[in-house]
């Protein structure tokens, strides 16, 4: 399974503590962590963690899923519809928090 944690764009305003602590957490726990979106990659770099991709992230997800490796995508609200189709279309199970 691949874990999408959403991000807000940067018109919509910055995420909370809250959602930085989530972020992190997410993170720390999976296997890969990948980036969809600038924002994204702000956050993940704001909370310390290390990116694999920034490139085709839900197509690495899912890859990723498909050997048995805990994935976490972080995802601007813009992008997470691009990321949920590549895990769809490769027919690997996902969870989008926000």
């Not at 969809?36 to 990116?51: D, F, N, Q, T, Y």
């Not at 085709?56 to 976490?72: I, K, M, P």
Request: glycine content about 8%.
């Amino acid at each position: 399974e691949v874990r999408v944690v959403q991000v807000p764009s940067v018109r919509s305003g910055l995420p909370d503590e809250s959602d930085m602590t989530e972020i992190r957490k997410a993170c720390e726990r999976a296997d890969v962590v990948a980036a969809a979106g600038v924002e994204a990659v702000g956050a993940l770099r704001e909370v310390g963690i290390g990116s694999v991709t920034y490139f085709a992230a839900g197509e690495v997800a899912a890859d990723a899923a498909s050997r048995g490796l805990d994935a976490v995508v972080v995802a601007t609200q813009d992008t997470v519809g691009r990321v949920t189709d590549a895990l769809r279309d490769a027919s690997v199970s996902y969870d989008v928090t926000q």
